[in-house]
């Protein structure tokens, strides 16, 4: 049972919660150790928090869960863990992070709040609104970089970055939801209702415009945001993030696949090498002047 339940806490997809440490990283102060020991700390109480909402939501979507060839395996959907022990579980971990990030900051607190709460919310109800559900999923992104951006005293962060991080996450979201239609192509009975509200061509012209305006804000915040290393030397890492939207792309239309943005990442060697080389040049920009 216990195995079951670190199951359901999804600890691949804390992976997401990663960019708590964006605020950190871009504003130089990976190596100060005050402002990172508290990211640390936020970082997992973060995660308690995530995990209480997968488990929630699969307490919300059990009978979907069991009509997918795959979430029918989750121990909830399977019935391993019952739904009285998954929610006792969950409030439990609630408390933890609640308390927790209460002391750590009380900004940091609110965001957890609002992010739990729109979560809550998604899982109920919003997520079957077509585009408002993509939308919601890059709230919480968006919400991560403030998470993190509250535990520090800010100094060079830019604003740009939550620009780039919605329309990143609008990006993965709306791929995701293509990677489902495809999966479900000759079994539309047994996909989530929000489906049906998309088509693979009103899905294609979405990923189309947040992929380009993607490349387009981050470009614009590599030489226009205050506080970047001089002589626009940030430009550099422009084409790592254009080959890895590139990268996406091929993934989820040649190879129809990235339903699971977090486990593409460590699948595909190619997109993880380019995220590994963008994060090397990130820091030897900022850090190595």
Sequence with gaps: ???????????????????????????EQLF?????????????????????????????????????????????????ISERTAITVAVT???FAAV???????????????????????????????????????????LRVAAGVSLITVKRFSPWLYVVTTLLALFLGFGKRRAEMILFSHDTHKRRAVLDGYTLAFLDQLITIVSSATILAYSLYTFSAPGLPGNYTMMLTIPFVMYGIFRYLYLIQVKQSGGAPEETLFQDVPLLINVFLYALCVLILFYLK
């Design 1 to 27: 049972m216990l195995k079951d339940l670190i199951n359901s806490f999804r600890i691949k997809q804390w992976v997401k919660n990663g960019f708590l440490f964006a605020g950190l990283i871009f504003d």
């Design 32 to 80: 100060a150790i005050t402002p990172l020991f508290h990211t640390i700390i936020g970082f997992f109480i973060f995660n308690i928090l995530t995990s209480s909402v997968y488990l929630i939501n699969d307490v919300f979507d059990v009978n979907v869960d069991r009509q997918h060839p795959e979430k029918k395996n989750r121990p909830i959907a399977a019935g391993r």
């Design 93 to 95: 971990l609630i408390s």
């Design 100 to 142: 927790g990030s209460y002391y750590l900051s009380s900004k940091f607190f609110l965001i957890c709040l609002i992010y739990f709460l729109t979560n809550l919310l998604y899982s109920k109800w919003l997520k079957h609104v077509p585009i408002l559900d993509v939308f919601i999923i890059a709230l919480g992104f968006v």
